[in-house]
């Protein structure tokens, strides 16, 4: 047999990983979605970082220079962490920062489009038996708003998304990958493969105890995952539905 082709020699090819898995967890922004369009969250960032600003006064050297909305959240959480050894900070900056980042996500949600090849791939899962759940550090409320403009909704059994009251638990903390298989009926970690496009959800699966399969069409961002621990990482929606298809049987020899 090609090597390539033999699932024996490295045991997590997507095929095997789908294959062996009673539910499939997916990441929204970017296997389901492309929320921002490629655009930056940086204004996001900076409309956080003002509102904290003039609310603490001061912000840490880190917050200042991050760009990203979700970093900030959790750097912010680690600002008010430190702050209740100290000198109380307002716990409520972290609540509105929260909020402003959802309401971007919210407005980004009514114009976003499906990943090309998402509706055949849910299809194929669920024509394959698996159960489907969301798995995000995205906010629920726009998550489901998304779903459901696209048909979507009733193929997921269960949305995980960022916690307003602690932010901090996005991944790569486990808890979302974890509240996913108890809404699915307490499924094992074992039974479980997680598809995602950051190191974040691959550290969330690793700590959930939960299979990963990377997903990203970028090849600096493929690089990255596999550079994080990554065994098996697709380009395409199309390379994740040919890796649902039954085991290819060889032909019998003459």
Known sequence: MNPTLDETTEPLRPRRLLGGARAVLLDFDGP????????????VALEIKAMAREKWNVL????????????????????????????????AVLRTASDIVTRYEDEAAGSAVPAPGVPLLLDTLLGHGKRL???????????????????????FEAVCGRDPREPR??????????????????IGPD????????????????????????????????????????HAVVTSHAELIAACAPRPVGRPRP
Do not use: W
């Open 32 to 43: 389901v979605c492309d929320l921002f369009a490629g655009r930056s969250t940086r204004p």
């Open 60 to 91: 840490d050297p880190a917050v200042e220079a991050c760009d990203d909305s979700h970093g900030v959240l959790q750097l912010l959480g680690d600002m008010l962490d430190r702050s209740r050894r100290d000198t109380a900070l307002d716990p």
């Open 169 to 186: 638990r996005m991944k790569p903390d486990p808890s979302a990958v974890r509240l996913a298989l108890e809404r699915l009926g307490h």
């Open 133 to 155: 759940a969301i798995v995000t550090n995205n906010a629920e409320g726009p998550v489901r708003k998304f779903l459901e403009l696209h048909g979507m909704s009733r193929k």
């Open 191 to 230: 039974a479980a493969v997680l598809i995602g496009d950051q190191p974040s959800d691959l550290g969330a699966a690793v700590a959930a105890g939960v299979r990963f399969l990377g997903y990203s069409p970028d090849p600096e961002r493929n690089r990255r995952l596999r550079h994080a621990g990554a």
